[in-house]
């Protein structure tokens, strides 16, 4: 089965007339999917600057038509224009256009008006219920406390309905152990749990899909690169066919930014501000070994900067606009004070040597947990992450936060290319994320941020490249 997706500007004649043929190869073709995206005429030149880019077309009018190979995967074919559209649909299926003129500017009149009551409507509509969750390498232990806490409504509010979704490669007997765990929880907020085989079912009409994979430790690199590669490019495909317009993907794990970029680039019907990868995990580590340090709790740590890779030891942690609540120090206030870190901490040679080496090494210690049944050590503090990340983006929260974006139209305050996912500090605003822009970077981070946001778009070229060679 192949997908034709048209798109053009709301109020564009010439994308009405594109519209009625397709519906009229829809109505006489059974295998004949449309798919339409409709932008307003502000908007449109930069969605499809941004869509030439990724896909390597060249095509400056309204409207932009593409087909997309859903079965075997690879990027889109683009097919052109409205007239090679209708030399297409006359070829192959003896198929016409029978609009005239009128009809085409009354319906793109129409489409413009509809497009605006859609935009209002869309700002100001309830949640979809139930939201439905999908998880990925649901076998894990970080899905096994996750999955709960998104049924007992700690992700998604007290109130929001859930439907989760469980897919695996393999473990299939492991999760219908975990559904019917969930389900014995009684949640009344819990509709259903359904155990996919395909990643069609896990990923249908999803709201929100958690990433969670990870490579097996033992495997040779290239063997995990190739395997990685493979499994996000099946997954943007399938999110991109199957997936709700409008769903969030949250990417975990040591290969989060390349991961969340290839979503991102490949699942070309959701917005990019959609998909974000996890920083939480180094966040969380950095703001326990502080708080040890300081004798507070680790809530009572704030403002931890993640930038560049958003897990491991080359995740570059950043305490320059760390506070610090409930300091024990001269000075003391209500709950919401706080005081900067470098009010707390004296000691130069403990933040840039010995914080670093102490993080690196519970790195190393946790991760090992990942391949054994113990892994609920570290499983735990990520999927705890998770949830508050999430938490954060469903209330928009006013704070900033370590978590990687995809960078669009070059980041002009940190020098960050197009397309690249970097951990940046963000905030939540309308539910898009938006980077915190002018923070002070001492040059030692902004040269390592530098070095590794070039290691990040060669990944990224990279994999690319070898997705253009293996699917063509």
Not at 395 to 417: N, R
Request: net charge negative; proline share 5%.
């Amino acid at each position: 089965m192949a997908k034709f997706v048209v798109a053009g500007k709301a109020d564009c004649p010439r994308f009405a007339r594109a519209e009625l043929l397709a519906d009229k190869l829809s109505a006489s073709l059974p295998h004949f999917r449309v798919h339409k995206v409709v932008q307003s005429s502000s908007d449109w030149p930069s969605w499809l600057k941004d869509q030439c880019s990724a896909n390597e077309w060249s095509h400056s009018s309204s409207p932009l038509v593409w087909r997309e190979l859903v079965d075997r995967g690879g990027k889109g074919l683009y097919l052109g224009g409205l007239e090679t559209f209708t030399e297409y649909a006359a070829h192959y299926h003896d198929i016409h256009p029978d609009s005239d003129v009128q009809m085409e500017e009354s319906i793109a009149a129409e489409n413009q008006v509809t497009f605006e009551n859609d935009q209002i409507q869309a700002a100001n509509a309830p949640k979809p219920n139930p939201l439905r969750v999908a998880f990925t390498n649901a076998s894990s232990t970080i899905v096994y406390h996750l999955s709960q806490l998104v049924a007992s409504g700690r992700v998604f509010g007290d109130k929001q309905k859930v439907a989760i979704q469980l897919y695996d490669s393999d473990q299939k007997s492991e999760l219908e152990g975990l559904k019917m765990e969930l389900e014995d929880l009684a949640s009344p907020l819990l509709i259903e749990v359904t155990v996919a085989r395909t990643l069609q079912e896990a990923f249908n009409s999803v709201t929100t899909v958690f990433i969670l994979d990870y490579p097996y430790q033992g495997t040779e690199v290239p063997q995990v690169e190739d395997t990685i590669l493979n499994c996000y490019h099946d997954y943007a495909t399938t999110i991109d066919f199957c997936a709700s317009k409008d769903v969030r993907v949250i990417v975990s794990g040591c290969h989060g930014n390349l991961g969340a970029s290839i979503i991102a680039k490949y699942a070309t019907s959701i917005s990019k501000s959609n998909v974000i990868a996890s920083s939480c995990l180094v966040e969380q580590q950095a703001k326990s070994i502080l708080a040890q340090k300081l004798h507070v709790n680790g809530g009572d740590i704030s403002h931890v900067c993640v930038w560049g890779r958003t897990s491991g030891p080359e995740a570059l942690v950043d305490l320059d606009h760390t506070r610090v609540h409930h300091f024990n120090g001269s000075i003391v206030g209500p709950d919401q004070y706080s005081v900067p870190i470098t009010r707390c901490l004296f000691e130069p040679d403990w933040v840039s040597i010995e914080f670093p080496s102490l993080l690196s090494s519970r790195h190393s210690a946790l991760t090992g947990y990942h391949a054994h049944p113990s892994g609920d050590k570290v499983s735990l503090v990520e999927a705890v992450g998770l949830a508050r990340l999430v938490r954060v983006w469903e209330e928009c929260g006013c704070d900033w936060v370590p978590v990687g974006v995809v960078c669009e139209g070059g980041d002009d305050s940190y020098d960050i290319p197009d397309n690249v996912v970097c951990s940046l500090p963000a905030r939540c605003v309308s539910g898009e994320w938006v980077v915190v822009k002018g923070i002070p970077l001492k040059d030692e981070i902004k040269e390592s941020l530098s070095k590794q946001v070039k290691e990040l778009k060669t990944e990224l070229d990279n994999a690319i490249e070898k997705l253009k060679t293996d699917r063509p």
